[in-house]
């Protein structure tokens, strides 16, 4: 009997296609919420490439038009374009969901890595003070913060990312215990590495990931929050456009135009469901999942 046999290098291409195979698969919905949060990437670093004409420009006699070939979206009741409007109102609404979250999570990753490390003071005070705020619903607690603070973008920023603060305490918090016990930290420490040394090299690298997926998911609901605040006109001060306060503009004209309020509240649910779809994806990768599973 005779057995055939493979060219020397037969088997280096297999070898190298194996690691690709395992990589998580994109699905076409999940590959759409990554091109549609480019696009709002690109409004808000370049909003002049997507849409050339002023945001502020007011025309009274072509206030509450319709889609139409000049007006892609219709105006609003001062005569504005609409779609110059909410391109250009993707920078103020995705900045505030980013600041807020990129807040809550250095903020939340310092404290519950503290609350892990530091003694059982140090973890009870922190953590009794993350069970009282989580108390409070998080629109309560910007709503809270922002009235003190004031009206805002900055201000809002901040009210959101004191809202969200809580949830990456505890889940840092918990990463940081987990981190701690495993075994190649307490050889560091009988190594005689210093605290800080280890924090920084084996703890906060291998409590971040999970931080960054929930900073992801986190996101959406940031940017809820702030058009929920401009809405109210507590976030960015008119005539500045921003998602949420041209929704609070166009209730009035429903009526007689419907698209004044429909497409800034339209853009408002394609961003965040987009950064959730793309949140999950990231967690499935995390995981090492197929990006087909759906359990």
């Known amino acids: 009997m ?11 291409p297999a070898a190298r296609r194996r690691p690709l195979a395992r990589l998580p698969r994109t699905g076409a919905g999940t590959a759409l919420a990554w091109a549609l949060l480019g696009l709002v990437l690109l409004a808000t670093l370049a909003p002049d490439l997507l849409a050339g004409q002023d945001p502020q420009a007011i025309d009274p006699a072509d206030a509450l038009s319709g889609p139409s070939r000049p007006h892609w979206l219709g105006t609003d009741q001062l005569g504005r374009d609409l779609f110059s409007r909410i391109v250009h109102g993707a920078g103020a609404s995705l900045l505030i969901g980013l600041g807020a979250t990129a807040l809550a999570l250095v903020g939340g990753a310092l404290l519950g890595v503290l609350a892990a490390t530091a003694g059982r003071t ?25 009235t003190l603070l004031g009206p805002g973008s900055a201000n809002a920023t901040l009210a959101i990312g004191a809202s969200l603060l809580p949830g990456f305490l505890r889940l840092a918090r918990g990463q940081a215990l987990a981190v701690r016990a495993g075994d190649y930290v307490r050889a560091a420490v009988v190594m005689g590495r210093g605290r800080a040394d280890i924090l920084l090299r084996h703890v906060l690298p291998n409590a971040l990931p999970p931080l960054l997926v929930l900073a992801t998911v986190n996101t959406g609901s940031a940017i809820i929050a702030g058009s929920t605040l401009s809405f109210l006109g507590l976030g960015p001060k008119p005539p500045a456009p921003e998602w949420g306060s041209m ?26 469901v987009a ?21």
Do not use: K, N, Y
Not at 248 to 270: M, Q
């Open 122 to 146: 140090v973890d009870r005070v922190l953590s009794g003070l993350t069970d009282v705020l989580m108390a409070f619903p998080g629109l309560m607690l910007s709503l809270v913060v922002v």
């Open 2 to 12: 005779t057995t055939s046999r493979l060219p020397v290098g037969a088997a280096a």
């Open 275 to 295: 950064v959730t779809v793309v949140g999950r994806d990231l967690q499935r990768r995390l995981d090492g999942r197929d990006g087909r599973d759906r359990t």
């Open 247 to 272: 929704l609070s503009e166009g209730r009035d004209h429903l009526d007689t135009a419907w698209s004044v309020a429909v497409f800034p509240g339209l853009a408002i649910t394609l961003t965040v």
